[in-house]
């Protein structure tokens, strides 16, 4: 398969695909008209697929051959940032046309790629030896639209072998892809205490019952988990970074709440000691200080580590380097950011990459999620290039060795609850 030559070809297709995405960006779980693109394109090129309710759509492609079947995909929301008129050195090529709302994460991008690796592999099922589900997920933004999908996936019995994504990356010129051995992003546990205690006047503190001295304490002791409880070699990290209670100095307030987060990257060794060691603190609390303590954190609760397959990242790697380049391969480490691709983890191995896209001359190289991000286009035809040669070499081989082990049954439950 000409995968190179397939990609050129398309080339104006996706910088098409991507600038109306671009031009038409809509918010997690109002993406109306974004699928209804997606969906219009896909019965053009001849894929079949679903919608899921408050999911997204999967699109499937059936190989004229037998064998496994590879998941790809794509996040198609965006974020509310104003879109300036430059990029960090240039006018845009494209610019939102909906106010207050812009492509700041490059998902523009992600579907516009997947879009286009879809109809490349349509276009050459005869040759596939197995099947491709294309996957267009709504809300990846805090949106928690994922759990409908996997939901879905689980009650219809829709198995895949492996699973692969890919995220715009401004740590990587063009032309570099980064593959993570192992962590690529953190697991997160949202930190969402609620404490009731009992209100009253500032001068009478024993006539109350301060809910802030119960919130002092499990702020304090929430913050000595990581070194109590967690080995030091173990990557977590704990922020508070919301404590509100009471309005007035002479006021002893009913509650008030305690938010920020935890990011790790093994469940095991760090996620699960951390829900158990707050678990009980808040418990302790609420018996020392004779208040109500809400933990709203439980297993079903943030988003899982995105731990690339250990085998399928080297795979992974071999693969881009032989059907792109020798010098493909661009340094990367793991972040601590949080991607819902994580989920598709779950069910089967999965290795998740990041595309290169900066630029200097062209202006692209900013944060994602700052409003001076922007990318140069010719970077998605490495991406596009990546995703036919993952799934089209995943399914050529038959059979990949990776690492895979399941997940706690209590993660699985949680999606089908």
């Known amino acids: 398969m000409d995968i190179r030559k397939y990609v050129e070809e398309n080339y104006e297709l996706n910088v098409k695909l991507r600038r109306h995405l671009h031009e038409n960006p809509e918010l997690s779980a109002v993406e109306f008209k974004t699928l209804e693109y997606i969906r219009d394109f896909l019965t053009e090129v001849g894929i079949s697929y679903t919608e899921i309710e408050d999911g997204g759509i999967l699109g499937f492609i059936k190989g004229d051959h037998p064998g496994k079947t590879v998941l790809l995909r794509g996040d198609i929301d965006a974020l509310p940032i104003q879109e300036p008129e430059k990029n960090l050195k240039n006018v845009r090529v494209c ?15 992600h579907t516009s790629m997947l879009m286009t690796a879809g109809k490349i592999l349509n276009d050459h099922k005869d040759e596939l030896k197995g099947n491709v589900i294309l996957c267009f997920e709504r809300g990846e933004e805090g949106g928690g639209n994922i759990m409908q999908i996997m939901r879905y996936l689980i009650e219809n019995n829709i198995h895949y072998d492996a699973a692969f994504g890919q995220h715009v990356d401004q740590r990587n010129p063009v032309g570099k892809i980064g593959v993570c051995i192992g962590g690529e992003e953190a697991g997160t546990i949202p930190i969402d205490i609620t404490v009731k205690g009992r209100g009253g006047h500032g001068s009478r503190p024993d006539l109350s019952n301060n809910p802030i001295d119960c919130i002092l304490q499990i702020v304090s002791a929430i913050k000595d988990i990581r070194m109590k409880y967690i080995d030091p070699y173990e990557p977590i990290t704990v922020g508070i970074n919301v404590i509100n209670a009471g309005i007035k100095g002479n006021i002893i307030p009913d509650e008030g709440v305690i938010l920020g987060s935890a990011r790790y990257f093994s469940i095991k060794n760090a996620g699960e000691p951390f829900m158990r060691e707050m678990s009980k603190i808040c418990k302790a609390a609420a018996v020392q200080f004779d ?5 709203a954190a439980d297993t079903s609760t943030g988003v899982p580590p995105t731990n690339n397959d250990v085998k399928l990242a080297e795979f992974t790697r071999q693969v881009l380097q032989k059907d792109i380049s020798p010098d493909i391969i661009g340094p990367v480490e793991p972040q601590l950011t949080s991607e819902t691709f994580s989920h598709y983890a779950m069910l089967a191995p999965a290795v998740y990459i990041n595309l290169g896209v900066t630029n200097p001359e062209y202006g692209s190289g900013a944060e994602l999620h700052s409003q001076w991000f922007d990318m140069d286009e010719t970077a998605m035809k490495y991406g596009v290039m990546a995703l036919v040669s993952l799934a089209y070499e995943y399914l050529e081989a038959g059979d990949v060795p990776d690492c895979f082990e399941a997940p706690p049954q209590s993660m699985l439950d949680a999606y089908v609850k």
């Open 95 to 109: 610019r939102s046309n909906n106010d207050g709302v812009m492509h700041a994460c490059g998902h523009d991008a």
């Open 291 to 295: 208040c109500e303590v809400i933990n």
